[in-house]
């Protein structure tokens, strides 16, 4: 997979537009040998077409798909604009990735930044960093923005009979998933859970972590703690503050008297109460109106198409969500450009669509016209 290193990141740059920014990079992208000269109008055309901003202080200028074949090595040039860049509509970039692409090869880049984009308190460390190497590890991934928390991190109907085996079992998963070593569940068990009501619990450590995660586990049995029912527990191990958008969502779940949804959930449906995702195959809220499309793009759903994609299901009241049937299975907004272009989508995938609202078959219907006929690209 294409990755982003050192070399590639140019730092203390400025530019009085978005235009300008793009035809500085256009000439790294042309020095370093990844372009011909004229793959900067490819760039400019792209960029009057649909804007290349994604989030977060984030921009990925490109060139068209005639322009394609000006490429001679798939690469990328990044720029760093501490001052920012006004991108338009409001958006400020401190980081452009310019990209030349000669297939698909850049689409791990773009499903890394999703991950980027999708976290809380990026833009600022993009606007603050001062090195290639706090830039690199950014986009890269290597810097944890997300706390990690998925079915390896959920245990259902656990025949505990006490709190002290609950916290053992919710320590022993974030310990086997890599996010810290024993002595974590050691002070797991010796800590005293908060009671968040209804027989869910809370519980946290920052003992031996070494990365931040969430476990969550709920009992077969009927245990008690203190004199409160227990049924479920939330456990964290902290290392930095990755974990704070999923406490959030709890608070939510708990402020709303909730609790009980968590509790009878299955895990599926506790990813994605914590984290406001859903996964396919989901009970709850299903959809009536569901299709399903190829896509025929020979590049797949880059930034273009993917916009493209996205600016229909815009059109349209209902509530509709996709998956990547050849992917992981996540079904994610498809009104959201972040989240789509994380599905890693190449040729050939399949796309599953559910819609939900007054227009949900009239929206499909037009998602499917749009694809086949190439989502902008023939």
């Not at 079915?151 to 505990?160: D, E, V």
Request: aromatic share 4%; net charge negative; proline share 2%.
């Amino acid at each position: 997979m294409l990755k982003l290193n050192n070399n590639d990141i140019t730092l203390a740059q400025s530019a009085s537009d978005k235009f300008a920014a793009i035809k500085s990079i256009a000439q790294s992208l042309t020095q370093k040998g990844l372009v011909q000269d004229g793959y900067v109008e490819g760039m400019l055309n792209r960029e009057n077409q649909n804007s290349t901003f994604l989030g977060n202080g984030i921009a990925i200028p490109h060139g068209t798909t005639d322009t394609r074949d000006m490429v001679k090595t798939t690469g990328v040039a990044v720029h760093h604009f501490p001052q920012g860049v006004d991108w338009g509509e409001g958006n400020t970039v401190y980081v452009a990735i310019g990209i030349a692409a000669k297939s698909d090869e850049h689409l791990g880049i773009l499903k890394q930044l999703t991950k980027v984009l999708s976290a809380d308190g990026v833009e600022n460390r993009l606007r603050e960093a001062t090195t290639g190497e706090q830039i690199s590890a950014l986009l890269n991934g290597d810097v944890q923005l997300e706390a990690d928390f998925d079915a390896s991190l959920i245990q259902l109907l656990f025949p505990a009979s006490d709190m002290v085996q609950m916290s053992a079992v919710a320590g022993g998963l974030l310990k086997n998933t890599g996010c810290g070593e024993k002595e974590l569940v050691a002070d797991l068990i010796t800590k005293t859970p908060t009671h968040l009501g209804k027989g869910l619990w809370l519980v946290g450590s920052e003992k031996s972590v070494t990365r931040t995660g969430v476990s969550f586990v709920s009992t077969a049995n009927d245990c008690e703690f203190e004199g409160e029912q227990v049924r479920g527990l939330v456990a964290f191990a902290a290392c930095n503050n990755a974990h704070q958008p999923i406490l959030s969502n709890l608070s939510k779940i708990v402020f709303n008297g909730e609790q009980e949804k968590l509790l009878n959930a299955n895990a599926a449906q506790v990813i994605g109460l914590l984290t406001n995702e859903k996964l396919t195959g989901d009970q709850d809220d299903a959809a009536d109106n569901i299709a399903v499309y190829k896509i025929k793009n020979a590049h797949g759903l880059h930034a273009r198409p993917g916009a493209m994609l996205v600016a229909e299901a815009k059109k349209f009241e209902s509530a509709i969500r996709v998956s990547n049937l050849d992917g992981d299975g996540k079904e994610v907004n498809a009104k959201s450009l972040m989240k789509v272009i994380a599905l890693g989508v190449k040729h050939g995938h399949s796309l599953q669509f559910s819609a939900e609202g007054t227009d949900a078959a009239v929206a499909l219907e037009s998602i499917g016209q749009a694809i086949n006929a190439g989502l902008g690209e023939g």
